[in-house]
């Protein structure tokens, strides 16, 4: 089978389109978006449940379907950045099959967005399309490949009616693919939620308790908090469509100011800082309070005096959590921090003299 390169337009966009050789005429038509046909706030309650798939990489037929009649497209979003789509070969490669695609990334650059835009893949295929390549049985609607970053979406509204139409497919997706593009170290985002929205949620607790169950996609699909936080994002332009995943996670205006900091102006590092103190002969310890506003990990570095030893020490409440043992005074602790409901959190970070003393230096990381 011989292929061919050719330009084509996309609304008004020259897009670099791979059409596969000759096959069967195709039937179906991919319909556009219309710009303003459908209100940011849905009231219909959906006839079905929504339910998608996170998989690590598409699945072997997706590169077969990508092959097979197939054609893929470079689409300028409004604010210009270029998304990759491919259209399944059950839509003709047509100019009208291409402006639908144009249309589709128009309405994604319409959506809360950053620089991930430009990153993002999509695959549009039909309902029964989609349904197979996720591989995820009776009732997927979509899902999000995360080591390609692809969103495998659905032409036309899902069978069944009601709130979840396609692009609400298209935004909760999306949802995932913002996750796989931000940092919620040491927790992988797109398991847990991005760092604001995460720590806003309580997850990381929540997940301890078993409250929470992140990254199941299967029996407690509702549970998992990265599910939450895509429909989190997806119910910041449609608040009024049903919420049907953990109670717990129902977003309220502190979770969408998260998600918009998440979004805009990501957690990025450890903020970083440096404490100095004195370790005499009179001195048994020294205390210091490190406030942490995000759930995250504790780090800490102790530099001091070659021939002394000092000890570090973490204390909450009271009581002693970690402490380090090594002779000298080069000692490391981390710890990990989830809130507990508290805005913040004041751990108590101490250095102990063994023997010796002198100047030290305290290095902490913490994540915010």
């Known amino acids: 089978m011989r292929s061919r390169r050719r330009l084509v337009a996309a609304g008004g966009l020259a897009a670099v389109a791979l059409a596969a050789g000759a096959g069967p005429s195709p039937a179906a038509t991919l319909e556009p978006i219309a ?19 996170v998989i690590t990489a598409p699945p072997r037929a997706l590169t077969s ?22 259209t399944s070969g059950s839509f003709a490669d047509t100019p009208e099959t291409r402006a639908a695609a144009q249309s589709f990334v128009d309405f994604l650059g319409s959506r809360l967005h950053g620089a991930e835009l430009s990153r993002l893949r999509v695959f549009i295929g039909t309902n029964p399309e ?32 009601g709130a979840f139409t396609r692009e609400y497919v298209l935004t909760h997706e999306y949802g995932h693919h913002i996750a ?12 847990y939620g991005p760092k604001y929205w995460a720590s806003h949620e309580y997850v990381c607790d929540n997940a301890y308790r078993g409250r929470l169950a992140p990254g199941n996609q299967g029996a407690r699909y509702l549970d998992d908090p990265g599910e939450g936080f895509a429909d989190a994002y ?17 977003p309220d205006a502190g979770s969408f100011a998260a998600i918009r900091r998440d979004v805009l102006a990501p957690w990025v590092t450890q903020r ?31 530099i001091g005096p070659a021939r002394s030893n ?39 970070v101490r250095v102990v003299r063994r023997t010796g003393g002198g100047v030290f230096t305290l290095l902490t990381a913490r994540p915010g």
């Open 35 to 53: 710009p303003g046909a459908h209100p940011t706030a849905a009231t219909v309650a959906p006839a079905v449940g929504y339910r998608d798939r």
């Open 180 to 191: 796989r593009h931000r940092s919620n170290f040491p927790f992988p985002a797109l398991n």
């Open 272 to 302: 970083r800082g440096a404490l100095r103190g004195y370790a005499g002969r009179f001195t048994r310890s020294r205390s210091y309070v490190v406030p942490v506003t995000l759930d995250g990990i504790l780090q800490l570095r102790l």
């Open 65 to 86: 379907a990508v092959t097979q009649r197939s054609a893929t497209g470079l689409y300028r979003a409004p604010d210009g950045r270029v998304v990759e789509v491919t």
């Open 310 to 348: 000092l000890d570090l020490e973490i204390v909450s409440r009271g009581r002693v959590l970690v402490r380090s043992s090594v002779p000298g005074s080069r000692d490391t602790l981390a710890i990990r921090v989830c809130r507990a409901g508290l805005p913040v959190v004041r751990p108590v």
């Open 234 to 250: 997806a119910h910041l332009h449609y608040p009024s469509v049903p919420w049907q995943f953990a109670g717990i996670l129902f």
């Open 130 to 161: 989609i349904n197979a390549l996720c591989g995820g049985g009776r009732g997927v609607l979509g899902c999000y490949a995360s080591a390609a970053s692809r969103m495998l979406i659905p032409a036309s509204d899902p069978p069944g009616g």
